[in-house]
C-alpha cells in the first residue's frame, strides 16, 4: 500500500514521484535488533528516526514507593505518604506522574534508519546497561520525557548528534535529577547523573561527552560544529526542578550550552563546571525578570548561514518564539531584530559575574527573530509552541508548532481540533520591513484530534484520570526536510500527542511527512498539500527525532 504526497494537479510537475509506503511492521519486527557488531552504515539520503522504547515490566515501580527517589533527604521533600498508586506496567505506569510530578523511567535508545518513504532498513542501538560492555560507554533517555532525542547534522554532515543520560535502563526520576555538579538541595528528587552528548558516525561508531548541563531536567537538541577545524557543541535545554533562587551551577548549565567534546572513554570522564552559550531574559524587552535561568527554556536548535538558532514553546516563563544568538552584540538593541550579514559562529562560552549569577542571572546576548511573537508568556492574550525548525533557504522558515498539549477535560480532542497555529508554520522574510511574516499552517492530514488505535493499547477510560487511553496529534515536533529539483520542500516530522493518559508524552505516536511549493506563500496556493503518515509507533514506543543520515549530500539539509 502507497501514498503519496502529491495532489493530481501537482503531479504533472513533479519529474520523479517520491512513493510514501505507510510502515505496518511491530515494534516485535525491529526493537531487539542491535546491529553495533555488524558490517553496519548509514547510506547518503536515508533518513534516522530516534526510537525509545519502554521496557515493559510492573517490576520497574512498586505500589505504594514513596517518590522521587530519594526524597526524604532533600529540602523539597516527598510528595503524597500514599505513595505510587501504580506498578511499572505500561501505560498504567505512567499515571504516577500524577504523584510524582518529577516521574520517569529511563529506556533504551535506538537509531532506525528508513528510506526517505519510510521503509526500514536497519536499526541501531544506543549503548545501554542492558547490552555487552561498550567501551564508548552507555546512554538511556527518559520515557516518557517528550522534548528529548532530537537529531541533528553535524555542520560538516558527518556525525549524527543527540543528548541523553548517563544511567541504567529501567532508573526511576533520573530526568530531573540533579547532575553531580550541579546539585540543588531543593530539588526533591534525590539522586545525581550526569547528562551526555552522543555522537555516531556513518558506521555507528558512538562517542559520548559527559556534561553536568541541565541539572534538575534534559538537554533536547546539540548540534556539533566540526567545520573549517572547529570542535564544541552547541546544544539546548531546560535546567532546575527546585526552588527559587537556584544555584549557580543550575542558572549556568540552563538554556544554551557550549560544550567541547571529550576526547576519552566515558568512565575516565569527569566533567567540570558548565559553559553557557548564549542567554536570553524579558527585561531586555522592559519587562519585569522572571525566574532567573528558566526565560532559557529552549526546545529546538539549528544553524543556518553561521547564526545559530533556538526555539522556546513551553513553561510559565520567558516568551515562546523563535531566537537567535547575537555574536555581534548590535543587531537586537531592545530584544528584537534579525542576525547581522557576515557575523561568525560563536567560539567560546558566554561571558558573565558570577557574584550576581544566583540574583541577577547570565547577561542577554540573544535576541527574538523579528515578526515572531515577543509577548511573555505571563502576559500574552495568545500563544504558539514553536519546537523545530528549518530554512529552507534565507528567506523561508518552517517551524514546527506541537501544539499546547491541553488535556485536561473531556473536550481534549475537540479543542486539539481547533488549534490554528500547531502543525506546520511557513514563514517568509520581507526584506523591506527587515521582518519574517507567517504565510500559513499547514494541517491537513494531521488528522488533529482525531483519536487513533494503536495495538495491545487499553479502550476506554484510564481510570487515573477519568479520560480516554486513545491518543490524538496535538501538533509536530522534530523535523527536518530538503529541497528537491522541481521547486517543492519535502519535510519530514514526528507528531505530539494528546490524551487521557497520565502523560501524553508515553502515547505512540507517528512519523510524518509532506510536499510543500517552495515559492508559494498563499493559503489557497496550498490548499491542496497534505500530511501522510509514514510510520506509526507501536505499543510502549515512541518516536522522537529525525534527521537525514552521516554524510548526506548537504543539499538535503537546509537548516545547516
Same mark, same amino acid.
Given at each position: 500500500?502507497?501514498?503519496?504526497?502529491?495532489?493530481?494537479?501537482?503531479?504533472?510537475?513533479?519529474?520523479?514521484?517520491?512513493?510514501?509506503?505507510?510502515?505496518?511492521?511491530?515494534?516485535?519486527?525491529?526493537?531487539?535488533?542491535? %546491529?553495533?557488531?555488524?558490517?553496519?552504515?548509514?547510506?547518503?539520503?536515508?533518513?534516522?528516526?530516534?526510537?525509545?522504547?519502554?521496557?515493559?515490566?510492573?517490576?520497574?515501580?512498586?505500589?505504594?514507593?514513596?517518590?522521587?527517589?530519594?526524597?526524604?533527604?532533600?529540602?523539597? $521533600?516527598?510528595?503524597?505518604?500514599?505513595?505510587?498508586?501504580?506498578?511499572?506496567?505500561?501505560?498504567?505506569?505512567?499515571?504516577?506522574?500524577?504523584?510524582? *510530578?518529577?516521574?520517569?523511567?529511563?529506556?533504551?535508545?535506538?537509531?532506525?534508519?528508513?528510506? +526517505?518513504?519510510?521503509?526500514?532498513?536497519?536499526?541501531?542501538?544506543?549503548?545501554?546497561?542492558?547490552?555487552?560492555?561498550?567501551?564508548?560507554?552507555?546512554?538511556?533517555?527518559?520515557?516518557?520525557?517528550?522534548?528529548?532525542?532530537?537529531?541533528?547534522?553535524?555542520?560538516?554532515?558527518?556525525?549524527?548528534?543527540?543528548?541523553?543520560? =548517563?544511567?541504567?535502563?529501567?532508573?526511576?526520576?533520573? %530526568?530531573?535529577?540533579?547532575? +553531580?555538579?550541579?546539585?540543588?538541595?531543593?530539588?526533591?528528587?534525590?539522586?545525581?547523573?550526569?547528562?551526555?552528548?552522543?555522537?555516531?558516525?556513518?558506521?555507528?561508531?558512538?562517542?559520548?561527552?559527559?556534561?553536568?548541563?541541565? %541539572?534538575?531536567?534534559?538537554?533536547?537538541? =546539540?548540534?556539533?560544529?566540526?567545520?573549517?577545524?572547529?570542535? &564544541?557543541?552547541?546544544?539546548?535545554?531546560?535546567? /532546575?526542578?527546585?526552588?527559587?533562587?537556584?544555584?549557580? *551551577?543550575?542558572?549556568?548549565?540552563?538554556?544554551?550550552?557550549?560544550?567541547?567534546?571529550?576526547?576519552?572513554?566515558?568512565?575516565?570522564?569527569?566533567? /567540570?563546571?558548565?559553559?553557557?552559550?548564549?542567554?536570553?531574559?524579558?527585561?531586555?524587552?522592559?519587562?519585569?525578570?522572571?525566574?532567573?535561568?528558566?526565560?532559557?527554556?529552549?526546545?529546538?536548535?539549528?544553524?543556518?548561514?553561521?547564526?545559530? @538558532? @533556538?526555539?522556546?514553546?513551553?513553561?510559565?516563563?520567558?516568551?515562546?518564539?523563535?531566537?537567535?544568538?547575537?555574536?555581534?552584540?548590535?543587531?537586537?538593541?531592545?530584544?528584537?531584530?534579525?542576525?547581522?550579514? *557576515?557575523?561568525?559562529?560563536?567560539?567560546?562560552?558566554?561571558?558573565?559575574?558570577?557574584?550576581?549569577?544566583?540574583?541577577?542571572?547570565?547577561?542577554?546576548?540573544?535576541?527574538?527573530?523579528?515578526?515572531?511573537?515577543?509577548?511573555?508568556?505571563?502576559?500574552?492574550?495568545?500563544?504558539?509552541?514553536?519546537?523545530?525548525?528549518?530554512?529552507?533557504?534565507?528567506?523561508?522558515?518552517?517551524?514546527?508548532?506541537?501544539?499546547?498539549?491541553?488535556?485536561? $477535560?473531556?473536550?481534549? &480532542?475537540?479543542?486539539?481540533?481547533?488549534?490554528?497555529?500547531?502543525?506546520?508554520?511557513?514563514?517568509?522574510?520581507?526584506?523591506?520591513?527587515?521582518?519574517?511574516?507567517?504565510? @500559513?499552517?499547514?494541517?491537513?492530514?494531521?488528522?488533529?484530534?482525531?483519536?487513533?488505535?494503536?495495538?495491545?493499547?487499553?479502550?476506554?477510560?484510564?481510570?487515573?484520570?477519568?479520560?480516554?487511553?486513545?491518543?490524538?496529534?496535538?501538533?509536530?515536533?522534530?523535523?527536518?526536510?530538503?529541497?528537491?529539483?522541481? *521547486?517543492?520542500?519535502?519535510?519530514?516530522?514526528?507528531?505530539?500527542?494528546?490524551?487521557?493518559?497520565?502523560? =501524553?508524552?508515553?502515547?505512540?505516536?507517528?512519523?510524518?511527512?509532506?510536499?510543500?511549493?517552495?515559492?508559494?506563500?498563499?493559503?489557497?496556493?496550498?490548499?491542496?498539500?497534505?500530511?501522510?503518515?509514514?510510520?506509526?509507533?507501536?505499543?510502549?514506543?515512541?518516536?522522537?527525532?529525525?534527521?537525514?543520515?552521516?554524510?548526506?549530500?548537504?543539499?538535503?539539509?537546509?537548516?545547516?
Amino acid at each position: 500500500m502507497t501514498k503519496t504526497l502529491f495532489s493530481r494537479s501537482s503531479r504533472r510537475q513533479v519529474a520523479a514521484v517520491l512513493a510514501l509506503t505507510v510502515l505496518a511492521a511491530s515494534a516485535s519486527a525491529y526493537a531487539g535488533d542491535f %546491529s553495533q557488531g555488524r558490517d553496519f552504515h548509514y547510506w547518503p539520503g536515508n533518513l534516522v528516526v530516534s526510537r525509545s522504547v519502554y521496557d515493559n515490566k510492573p517490576s520497574n515501580v512498586q505500589v505504594g514507593m514513596i517518590l522521587p527517589v530519594n526524597c526524604a533527604n532533600t529540602t523539597g $521533600g516527598c510528595g503524597a505518604s500514599t505513595g505510587a498508586p501504580y506498578d511499572g506496567t505500561y501505560p498504567y505506569v505512567w499515571n504516577d506522574v500524577l504523584y510524582d *510530578g518529577s516521574f520517569g523511567i529511563t529506556a533504551r535508545i535506538y537509531l532506525d534508519q528508513i528510506t +526517505p518513504g519510510g521503509s526500514l532498513v536497519d536499526s541501531l542501538e544506543v549503548p545501554n546497561s542492558q547490552l555487552p560492555a561498550a567501551m564508548e560507554g552507555e546512554l538511556v533517555t527518559s520515557f516518557s520525557s517528550k522534548s528529548e532525542l532530537s537529531l541533528h547534522l553535524s555542520l560538516d554532515h558527518k556525525y549524527l548528534t543527540f543528548m541523553g543520560y =548517563v544511567a541504567p535502563v529501567n532508573a526511576l526520576d533520573v %530526568s530531573n535529577a540533579n547532575t +553531580p555538579g550541579a546539585v540543588d538541595p531543593t530539588n526533591p528528587d534525590g539522586q545525581n547523573f550526569y547528562r551526555a552528548v552522543a555522537t555516531v558516525d556513518r558506521d555507528g561508531r558512538f562517542n559520548f561527552t559527559e556534561t553536568n548541563a541541565y %541539572s534538575g531536567d534534559n538537554g533536547r537538541a =546539540v548540534i556539533l560544529n566540526d567545520r573549517d577545524g572547529a570542535n &564544541y557543541f552547541y546544544t539546548a535545554g531546560n535546567a /532546575g526542578n527546585g526552588s527559587n533562587p537556584q544555584p549557580a *551551577g543550575v542558572v549556568l548549565g540552563a538554556g544554551a550550552q557550549f560544550i567541547t567534546p571529550a576526547g576519552m572513554p566515558e568512565v575516565s570522564q569527569t566533567p /567540570g563546571a558548565n559553559t553557557p552559550l548564549a542567554s536570553f531574559s524579558v527585561t531586555v524587552l522592559g519587562d519585569k525578570a522572571d525566574k532567573i535561568g528558566k526565560d532559557d527554556n529552549f526546545r529546538g536548535m539549528t544553524v543556518f548561514n553561521n547564526v545559530v @538558532y @533556538y526555539t522556546k514553546g513551553s513553561g510559565s516563563n520567558g516568551v515562546n518564539t523563535v531566537y537567535f544568538v547575537d555574536t555581534t552584540g548590535t543587531a537586537c538593541p531592545k530584544g528584537v531584530g534579525v542576525p547581522v550579514a *557576515g557575523a561568525a559562529l560563536p567560539t567560546a562560552a558566554l561571558s558573565y559575574n558570577a557574584a550576581t549569577l544566583s540574583t541577577a542571572g547570565l547577561p542577554t546576548n540573544m535576541c527574538i527573530l523579528a515578526g515572531f511573537p515577543s509577548t511573555p508568556v505571563k502576559t500574552a492574550t495568545t500563544l504558539t509552541y514553536p519546537f523545530a525548525l528549518w530554512f529552507a533557504d534565507a528567506n523561508t522558515l518552517y517551524v514546527a508548532d506541537e501544539g499546547d498539549g491541553y488535556a485536561g $477535560g473531556t473536550d481534549l &480532542y475537540a479543542h486539539a481540533a481547533a488549534q490554528t497555529t500547531a502543525g506546520l508554520q511557513k514563514w517568509v522574510f520581507n526584506a523591506t520591513t527587515q521582518s519574517w511574516t507567517l504565510a @500559513y499552517t499547514l494541517q491537513a492530514g494531521l488528522e488533529l484530534g482525531q483519536p487513533y488505535t494503536v495495538r495491545d493499547y487499553p479502550t476506554g477510560n484510564n481510570p487515573g484520570t477519568n479520560l480516554p487511553w486513545a491518543p490524538a496529534t496535538d501538533g509536530l515536533r522534530n523535523m527536518t526536510g530538503r529541497v528537491d529539483a522541481d *521547486g517543492h520542500v519535502t519535510i519530514w516530522a514526528t507528531t505530539s500527542t494528546t490524551s487521557g493518559g497520565g502523560d =501524553v508524552g508515553a502515547d505512540p505516536n507517528r512519523l510524518v511527512a509532506i510536499r510543500d511549493d517552495l515559492k508559494n506563500t498563499s493559503v489557497a496556493g496550498a490548499s491542496q498539500e497534505k500530511f501522510v503518515t509514514l510510520r506509526s509507533a507501536a505499543f510502549a514506543e515512541v518516536l522522537r527525532g529525525v534527521s537525514f543520515t552521516p554524510d548526506s549530500d548537504k543539499r538535503h539539509d537546509g537548516g545547516h
